[in-house]
């Protein structure tokens, strides 16, 4: 029962470079989203997608984008990493019928120096 | 907008005592609740949720009622254990058929439970 799998797990990376974090999900969900979980701060939603070929910004888009090519993948990407963006990233994806719950993988644990 | 607030902690009890964890809601419709719990090293789980006025959730003897007149749902369990330690997230999803499922949380409650 893998549902939701993030790589990497940890990942340091110096200011300006950058890369792409990846979401997998099995349980063949339409939707998925990517938080960023900070202390004091709750999880944020960065941006989502409701299906294959489509995404939208959330709460925190700014320096970050996402492409969902395929069902069942959605991957957040850095352009250029700033300090600002250490963080943990979570990654879910839920049923598209109403008052599903989201499932969740363990994070990525995102460090720019 | 919608917003979740829950009470601060860190919050830390003795084995076998009562935890109450407050959460309160602003939304402009009629949402879905939810509480998540996130154990150490781990992502979020779905602990309970609750989908209209005066419903209830419970799981793992955890409980939270929707009470629309205070705009509440806290999470109640009568009898804590050390297994319980880790963070607890009160969230709300306002679907109005609209949201796509997006969940608005609070700040996260940590629990710290001793022998």
């Known amino acids: 029962n893998a549902g939701v799998t993030q790589t990497p797990k940890f990942r340091v990376l110096k200011t300006g470079q950058s890369m792409t974090l990846l979401c997998a999900q099995d349980m063949n969900h339409e939707y998925m989203y990517w938080y960023r979980q900070d202390p004091g701060m709750g999880l944020r939603l960065i941006h989502y997608?409701?299906?294959?070929?489509?995404?939208a910004k959330g709460e925190v888009p700014d320096g970050y984008n996402v492409s969902r090519l395929k069902k069942q993948n959605f991957l957040l990407g850095l352009e250029s990493a700033a300090p600002s963006q250490t963080s943990v990233y979570f990654c879910?994806?839920?049923?598209?019928?109403?008052?599903?719950?989201?499932?969740f993988g363990d994070g990525t644990r995102l460090s720019i120096l | 907008g919608d917003s979740v607030t829950q009470m601060e902690g860190p919050v830390t009890l003795s084995e076998e005592a009562f935890l109450t964890i407050n959460c309160t809601y602003t939304?402009?419709?009629?949402?879905?609740l939810f509480w998540y719990v996130q154990y150490p090293g781990e992502g979020l789980q779905l602990l309970l949720k609750?989908?209209?006025?005066?419903d209830k959730g419970s799981n793992k003897g955890f409980e939270a009622t929707y009470r629309k007149e205070t705009t509440s749902f806290h999470l109640e369990k009568g009898s804590v254990q050390v297994s319980d330690s880790a963070v607890y997230f009160c969230?709300?999803?306002?679907?109005?058929?609209?949201?796509?499922?997006?969940?608005?949380f609070g700040q996260g409650t940590i629990l710290t439970v001793h022998p």
């Open positions: 939304a402009t419709g009629y949402p879905s």
């Open positions: 997608s409701v299906g294959e070929g489509t995404t």
């Open positions: 879910a994806s839920s049923n598209r019928d109403g008052n599903q719950p989201q499932h």
């Open positions: 969230a709300l999803d306002d679907s109005g058929g609209t949201s796509y499922g997006k969940l608005t």
């Open positions: 609750a989908t209209k006025a005066d």
